[in-house]
Every structure is written in C-alpha cells, then in structure tokens.
C-alpha cells in the first residue's frame, strides 16, 4: 500500500502544451510538497500546503498552479510547458506544518518537454 | 543565503572499504539536519535527522555526526546494496528543506 503516489510515472510533451501530476498520500499528514530535481540532481523546493492552505511559494513561473483540494491531494498543474521545465518532479509529505523530518516522497515523476 | 555542499559528488567503494561522505553547510538558526537515501528511479527515503552538533545516530551500516559546520555519514564495511545517493538538507526555521546535490555511492563486491 503507497503511502505517497504520483501519476504519471513519465510523461513526454510537447512545448506549449498543459499537463498535471496527481499526488495522492494515505499517511494522514497535515503538509504536502512538490519538489523539482534537475538533469544535475538537485532536490529544490517549489509549493508546500498545509490543510490545502499554500505556506511555502518558492520563485516558481506563474505557468505552475498548484491545487490541494483535500489534505490528502496536491496536484501540480503546468501550462505552456518549455523546454527548461524537463526534470523529475516529486510530491512529498510530512506530519507537520514546519517539521520538515521524516518527508516521505513519492516514486516521482520525469516530465520530458520536446 | 542557506547553502549545502556535499563532497564527493561520487564514491566507488570495494565491498567492506568503510569510508565517510562529508556535508558542510551555512545556515542561520539549523534547525536540523537531515540525511536521505535515494535509489534510481525513486524517491528520496529519510535516513535521520541529526539536531545540535555533537548528535550522533546510527542505522546498521550507517552512522551520521554534526558538527557546527558540517556532518558526516559514516559508512562502516559497506555491502553492494548501500550503493544510492546520499542527500544532505537542512532546515532553517519554518521553512521546506534545502537539499545539497548528494553523493553517489557504489560498492562492488
């Protein structure tokens, strides 16, 4: 039983189309995630939501819009996808609004823009 | 700014070579420090979280330290199966985790 899911596990694009990614946790925490991890690995923060509330708003593009429409989904909308938007995108949860130990990820998901 | 810095960026170890991966940081007001293993093709899965310097956990064949400056993730005669990234993060306050760009290990038998 996955505690955190995310769909699709791949997706290939085309530039200036829309996609979304679905995450999906059954922990019952309160806060969710969405991380980016670049071609060179780096893990870096984009959206939390706590109770579906947004809390952390990194320097995102305004073409990524995330929606929480319970605490247990957070899903990861993007419009006009470029070509700098391939990586690997992974939801995340936690117990606690601003404890961030124990983050339990998703499987990921390798977004390829062509 | 936070910042994380992992050395090296890749490890190869011979089966039972114990060695050490490094993690040195700047960050005002750590709130923790946290180590993941992340396999290929998954997500990063939590380790530990060490808190004020001095603190040391283990994990099996695992052991991490802090320091003021840095932490260190001791790997104690590795086996085939620790071959993965190690993740380094830190948090400052109430905000989301600042990752280092990890160290990828392999060990060969």
């Known amino acids: 039983d996955t505690a955190v899911s995310q769909t699709p596990k791949y997706l290939v694009t085309q530039m200036g189309n829309d996609k979304s990614i679905k995450c999906e946790q059954n922990l019952g925490h309160d806060t969710m995630y969405w991380y980016k991890q670049d071609s060179k690995k780096f893990l870096k923060i984009m959206f939390s939501?706590?109770?579906?509330?947004?809390?952390i708003n990194e320097t995102v593009p305004n073409r990524f819009s995330p929606k929480s429409p319970d605490k247990a989904h957070l899903n990861l909308h993007i419009n006009s996808l470029e070509l700098g938007d391939s990586a690997v995108y992974f939801c995340a949860s936690s117990q606690g609004q601003g404890t961030n130990e124990k983050l339990f990820f998703g499987s990921g998901t390798q977004l390829s823009v062509l | 700014e936070d910042q994380v810095t992992q050395s090296p960026e890749a490890l190869r170890l011979q089966e039972g070579e114990s060695s050490s991966l490094n993690c040195s940081y700047t960050?005002?007001?750590?709130?923790?420090l946290f180590w993941y293993r992340q396999d290929p093709g998954k997500g990063p899965e939590f380790l530990f979280t060490?808190?004020?310097a001095g603190e040391e956990k283990e994990k099996e064949r695992l052991k991490a330290t802090l320091t003021k400056k840095e932490s260190f993730l001791h790997i104690t005669a590795p086996k085939p199966e620790d071959s993965a990234t190690y993740l380094c993060a830190v948090q400052a306050g109430y905000y989301a985790l600042n990752f280092g760009k990890g160290t990828s290990l392999l060990v060969t038998p």
């Open positions: 960050v005002s007001g750590l709130r923790g």
């Open positions: 939501y706590n109770n579906k509330e947004l809390i």
């Open positions: 060490l808190y004020s």
